[in-house]
């Protein structure tokens, strides 16, 4: 069965610079979220999206931005990397509007390990 | 605010051992619930989830988990561990009176099981 895609799975950046990560979700799923897992921490909710619309928002970085295009996939865009960005970023795919036909399983992707330097 | 408490950090426990993980959330209205695992160098798996119903529930891999609403607990269980089961295991809630469907986890559990 098809998983939630995640690009990419490794990524080094310096101090300073710009990172893309994209995920592409579950085919037939809408919704989106992105999380952000530090060493040895618990993964964090950053953002998600329901039908290209930004549904709920977190703990993330005024630095960071995200959107979903049309075709439901999802990219989260960072500028401005500090050290403490390092960590593991996962997007997980749903289907449906969790505030309006109720929650349902997360599929999470592999996720993608941002390391900057 | 929302928040998941897991009371074990470490656990090591031997093959055939039986298994309780203690979770707790705090939110007074309706919740949702989650157990993830995540083994080494992968991405996290959902074990088992309640959303209604029958409070005992069964996952995958002989796991179970039982909602008590009085203690806001959902506990993870196992009767007989194997050395596979070693990986790390999160609790999450996703809850709200406009639930979006994020998920708050735990500060999550490893479990090192000795063959």
């Known amino acids: 069965a098809a998983g939630v895609i995640q690009s990419p799975r490794h990524l080094i950046k310096e101090k300073r610079e710009t990172a893309t990560l994209k995920c592409y979700p579950i085919?037939?799923?809408?919704?989106v979220y992105w999380y952000q897992q530090g060493p040895g921490q618990d993964p964090q909710f950053l953002i998600s999206?329901?039908?290209?619309?930004?549904?709920d928002k977190g703990s993330i970085p005024d630095r960071f931005s995200a959107q979903q295009f049309s075709d439901y996939h999802s990219e989260l865009n960072m500028s401005s990397l500090e050290l403490g960005d390092s960590a593991l970023y996962f997007c997980?795919?749903?289907?449906?509007?969790?505030?309006?036909?109720?929650?349902?399983?997360?599929?999470f992707g592999p996720g993608t390990r941002l390391t900057v330097l | 605010a929302q928040s998941v408490s897991q009371h074990n950090h470490h656990v090591i426990l031997s093959e055939a051992a039986s298994l309780e993980l203690g979770c707790n959330y705090s939110?007074?209205?309706?919740?949702?619930l989650f157990w993830y695992v995540q083994y080494p160098g992968q991405h996290l798996q959902l074990l088992l989830k309640?959303?209604?119903?029958?409070?005992l529930v069964k996952g995958i891999k002989g796991f179970e988990a039982e909602f008590i609403k009085s203690k806001f607990s959902f506990n993870l269980r196992k009767p007989s561990v194997q050395w596979s089961d070693t990986a790390e295991y999160f609790c999450?809630?996703?809850?709200?009176?406009?639930?979006?469907?994020?998920?708050?986890f735990g500060q999550g559990t490893t479990l090192q099981v000795k063959p």
């Open positions: 997980a795919s749903s289907l449906g509007d969790a505030g309006t036909s109720g929650v349902d399983e997360q599929f």
């Open positions: 999450a809630v996703s809850a709200g009176s406009s639930n979006t469907g994020k998920l708050i």
């Open positions: 309640y959303f209604s119903g029958d409070p």
């Open positions: 999206f329901y039908e290209k619309m930004q549904s």
């Open positions: 939110y007074g209205g309706t919740v949702n």
């Open positions: 085919p037939r799923h809408d919704t």
